[in-house]
């Protein structure tokens, strides 16, 4: 299961509708507990694209504490396409 989540789709000035640009790529084999769609299981990963400043905060926002752990843990790369503030 592959899954993009949008954690952001703001320019540099966030709003509290809107965060800073950034992106999760989400993916996950066998079975197990489910997060937030995802399957779960021992083979997921993840990769942030665009991180900007507050990502983290996001991730906490869209997961639980444990789900967003996993999703960290999972994390395999972090591509930023240019230079954030």
Not at 58 to 74: A, I, M, N, P, Y
């Amino acid at each position: 299961t592959l899954k993009l989540v949008v954690l952001g789709s703001g320019s540099a000035r966030p709003s509290s509708r809107r965060n800073c640009s950034s992106l999760l790529l989400h993916t996950a084999i066998a079975g197990g507990d489910s997060i937030d769609g995802f399957d779960g299981g021992s083979t997921q990963w993840s990769m942030l694209l665009d991180c900007a400043e507050g990502t983290v905060g996001q991730l906490e926002k869209h997961f639980d504490d444990t789900k967003c752990r996993d999703v960290l843990l999972g994390l395999r790369a972090i591509w930023v396409s240019h230079k954030h503030a």
